[in-house]
């Protein structure tokens, strides 16, 4: 019999990533270049981007380059003169290493640089990171770094689709940080109208408009000592950037209605399901208030980005349902979480946590639109007009409102902007005027969606 003592499991602390090297080959710039492990680079002519560019015809915040397994993931910020692969305009697509892309006046060649290791951390041993349950590389790197930001003091902004557990990181950043005794106080940004925004932002005086009956002391006041969060703060309108702005700079600021100034000591973390560099190129959000919020820019990844760690999150939340043992047990045989592998999992996270809860209410799992796409016949013709795909409305009525509410309208953008192309002979003035729409924003729609 072997009587060696058993070592304890090692947790690796680091993994290799792969290197992207960008290089300028052609242009004003020619012969600058960065280098960067897994991150996405961001090129632009403004200050905060990985590559800072001289050339008049580049955006700000011309586009973003992202190493993915099989090349380059090239992704356009809604830039004034486009991107070019190949002498075509793209808005979003793969390239392999080696390719070359033109922006502006400038030719940019995307290599391969080796590969370094990078820090990643143990969730299940760092004290409030547990409730991640973080097996992926890819989350336990951006926790190795939001272990990192929480420790200073300076603006972060997480940037990831809706679901993803933004607020819980940022409330991981701010229980690990100095300011860890402080109030911690939230606004979603979303989820009011621009006057109340600014009510609950600033607070108001007794009087300050229709209803005021009474003083609000506002979440900068209350955070006061600790750590304001902006939830969605892409959704700031741009008649209340200046006032944020001010406030974050002077550290003062006055009440809605009022005369005397208040001062307050706060951090701020923010987060957005938005590109707020490509919002910047368009104008519809300040460079400079950009500048303040994102200091430091952590990505948060899609459930489909993390599938590793679909067992134990299916587990986090069985045991948080108080699930019985033969209820768990259940719930994490093959035969229930292989289907959960090929679902795209729109709502993320917290649609996860939502068929968990389903599947122990009811005994058996919810239907997924992955297992409807692969089951489902086609349905009959019908003689009512078909804008292209039909709309599932089963991801969507797992979710809040708000998330709801942008996943629908997004698959309905999806399948009337083609329909509505095609009937305008791709002219899009003419698909303006057909819609009863503003041809700017149906320009921006056609954008988001890469049909222009």
């Not at 940080?177 to 402080?182: A, F």
């Not at 968990?356 to 209410?361: G, I, K, M, S, Y």
């Not at 003689?383 to 996943?407: C, D, N, T």
Request: aromatic share 6%.
């Amino acid at each position: 019999m072997d009587t060696s003592p058993t070592l304890p499991r090692q947790t690796p602390t680091s993994v290799p990533v792969e290197v992207m090297r960008v290089a300028v080959v052609d242009g004003p710039d020619v012969a600058r270049g960065v280098s960067a492990a897994g991150d996405h680079v961001s090129v632009g002519t403004a200050e905060g981007n990985d590559l800072v560019l001289t050339d008049p015809m580049v955006s700000r915040f011309h586009l973003t380059l992202t190493c993915v397994p099989g090349g380059v993931s090239i992704v356009d910020g809604g830039s004034t003169n486009g991107t070019f692969f190949e002498g075509a305009r793209v808005e979003r697509c793969i390239v392999p290493f080696g390719s070359s892309v033109a922006i502006g006046q400038s030719r940019l060649r995307l290599e391969k640089g080796g590969s370094v290791e990078v820090e990643i951390v143990d969730s299940d041993s760092e004290p409030g990171l547990e409730r991640f349950s973080a097996r992926s590389a890819t989350m336990r790197r951006l926790l190795a770094q939001l272990v990192k930001a929480a420790a200073s003091e300076v603006s972060v902004l997480f940037v990831g689709a809706s679901g993803t557990g933004k607020e819980l990181l940022a409330r991981a950043l701010h229980e690990r940080g100095p300011r860890r005794t402080g109030p911690f106080e939230t606004v979603d940004c979303a989820s009011l109208s621009p006057t109340l925004i600014g009510s609950e932002l600033f607070g108001h005086e007794k009087g300050a408009f229709t209803g005021a009956d009474r003083r609000h002391v506002g979440a900068f006041e209350r955070a006061h000592g600790g750590t304001l969060f902006l939830d969605e703060i892409g959704e700031l309108p741009e008649s209340l950037q200046p006032m944020l702005l001010g406030a974050l700079e002077r550290k003062r600021f006055r009440r809605l209605g009022g005369r005397d100034e208040v001062q307050v000591d706060v951090r701020i973390v923010s987060a957005t399901h938005r590109d707020l560099r490509a919002e910047v190129n368009a104008q519809r959000f300040r460079l400079d208030l950009y500048y303040r919020l994102a200091v430091v820019r952590l990505g948060v990844p899609s459930l489909r980005e993390r599938l590793d760690d679909l067992p134990a999150l299916v587990e986090l939340f069985a045991k948080e349902s108080h699930a019985s043992a033969q209820d768990l047990a259940r719930l994490l045989d093959p035969s229930f979480l292989e289907p959960l592998t090929r679902h795209d999992w729109p709502g993320n996270v917290r649609e996860l946590r939502n068929v968990v809860d389903a599947t122990l209410a009811m005994g058996e799992p919810p239907v997924l639109s992955s297992d409807l796409s692969t089951s489902t016949p086609p349905p009959a013709p019908s003689s009512q007009p078909s804008f292209g795909p039909v709309l599932s409305l089963g991801p969507a009525l797992e979710q809040p409102y708000k998330e709801a509410r942008q996943l629908v309208l997004h698959e309905f953008e999806k399948a009337y902007l083609p329909r509505l192309l095609e009937r305008a002979n791709g002219n899009v003035s003419q698909a303006a005027r057909d819609a009863d729409m503003d041809r700017s924003h149906l320009w921006e729609l056609l954008r988001r969606h890469g049909l222009r």
